[in-house]
């Protein structure tokens, strides 16, 4: 059952996953998708974390912005914020105090020359043989990013699911240290 919060004037489905004081996800689904998407991906990260699956309104900026304000309601000072959606960029961009990791889903980013303000950890995920260009160039210009293929398709969190939570997981471990 959903839980609801009234933010920038809308109401914001929203699944809560994990136990109170676990360092906080937030997962941003992609289009064509809600927040149910993400559930078994939640479940399988939420032994470690306090997970919350956000119904995005809109994407772009003013999922951008409800993704902020989402995370200034329930009280979240940081979070890694993971998303199949231009809007993880988008808020990693807008709110480096909010985001302290980032994994971003077989996306590219909206405005690629602003990556570069990404100061956050940075896991790039590929669903395709080979990495979209975009996405390789992003990556590149992240300080502190990896470049990572699951070759199943755009859905792999999906598709693949165990293997995406094992390589999300991993990078997770790996960065605590630097969030």
């Not at 996953?17 to 927040?35: E, F, S, T």
């Not at 951008?64 to 199949?84: P, S, Y």
């Not at 808020?91 to 990556?115: M, W």
Request: include cysteine; charge should be negative; hydrophobic fraction near 45%.
């Amino acid at each position: 059952m959903p839980e609801f919060l009234a933010v920038n004037g809308t109401r914001l489905a929203y699944d809560v996953y994990g136990k109170p004081r676990k360092p906080a996800l937030l997962l941003l689904h992609g289009d064509g998708q809600d927040r149910t998407a993400w559930q078994g991906v939640a479940e399988a990260l939420a032994s470690d974390h306090r997970v919350y699956c956000i119904d995005l309104r809109d994407h772009g900026e003013t999922g951008r912005e409800d993704v902020v304000a989402f995370a200034a309601a329930v009280g979240l000072r940081r979070a890694t914020v993971i998303g199949h959606s231009p809007v993880a960029w988008l808020v990693a961009q807008a709110a480096p105090d909010v985001v302290d990791r980032l994994v971003v889903v077989d996306t590219a980013p909206p405005d690629p020359e602003a990556v570069s303000a990404i100061k956050a950890p940075t896991l790039v995920l590929s669903g395709g043989q080979e990495a979209a260009p975009a996405m390789r160039e992003a990556a590149a210009l992240l300080p502190a990013s990896e470049l990572v293929t699951i070759p199943v398709g755009h859905y792999m969190h999906r598709d693949a699911e165990s293997t995406f939570v094992k390589v999300v997981s991993a990078f997770l471990e790996a960065t605590q240290e630097t969030s």
